[in-house]
């Protein structure tokens, strides 16, 4: 079983509707967790964190995180063009002693004017 | 967040020959960076960690004899891919963490190898 998984897509979303975005994780112990874009050729950028069971709101972008269900999601309102990208979920895991950031292979998100 | 620079963006070099790719904190002092690689349409792979002042950390599969790092500075870490060949190339992206290990990444850098 993969630490982080995802959808890969592709997920087709008409413009100003709600794109939705799945993960789930295996490490009951995780602590913290990621959302990146990333546009084609491009490297990731953070765009949210999120740390507590519950909604965390920025802007258009929610991330939901349900612990005892090992899942996180992002919800993108009024989706643009530009909002266009493969989506990352990343999870701070605790593998051989050290806390690290492992990657979902991404959801590949478009949407569609 | 934290501004990472990464150069250069990209490279193409000859099969056996060794290219250096250097990751720069411009705005706080990392005592840790973090080199990864993407293939195409998959995701991002830790390959090592780089402390400043010592070795480095690889991540288990990757040759450390090959993928050099160097830590000198809290601002610098460079990754240096020795004798190339065809099969390294791929986009290497450097990180800092700050906080809640929050990666904020650097550019990236795509390598061919021909």
């Known amino acids: 079983q993969k630490e982080v998984e995802q959808n890969s897509g592709p997920l087709s979303v008409p413009e100003g509707a709600i794109a939705s975005l799945n993960c789930t994780y295996s490490d009951r112990v995780s602590q913290s967790f990621f959302w990146y874009r990333q546009y084609s050729g491009k490297s990731p950028e953070l765009i949210m964190s999120?740390?507590?069971?519950g909604d965390k709101e920025d802007g258009r972008f929610t991330a939901q995180l349900n612990k005892a269900s090992q899942y996180v999601s992002l919800l993108i309102r009024d989706s643009q063009p530009s909002d266009s990208a493969t989506y990352l979920c990343a999870v701070e895991v605790l593998i051989q002693g050290a806390q690290k950031l492992v990657f979902g292979q991404g959801t590949r998100l478009t949407i569609n004017p | 967040g934290a501004v990472v620079s990464q150069h250069p963006s990209r490279v193409i070099c000859k099969s056996g020959t060794s290219v250096k790719i250097e990751c720069r904190s411009l705005d706080f002092q990392a005592t840790t960076m973090f080199w990864y690689r993407q293939f195409p349409k998959q995701s991002l792979m830790l390959m090592a960690t780089?402390?400043?002042?010592?070795?480095?950390?690889?991540e288990q599969g990757v040759e450390k004899d090959k993928f050099l790092i160097n830590h000198a500075s809290l601002t610098l870490s460079t990754l240096t891919v020795t004798s190339a060949h065809p099969e390294d190339s791929s986009f290497y992206i450097c990180?800092?963490?700050?906080?809640?290990?929050?990666?904020?990444f650097g550019q990236g850098t795509r390598l061919t190898v021909v």
């Open positions: 780089s402390n400043e002042g010592s070795k480095a950390t690889y």
């Open positions: 990180s800092v963490e700050r906080g809640h290990t929050e990666a904020f």
């Open positions: 999120i740390y507590s069971n």
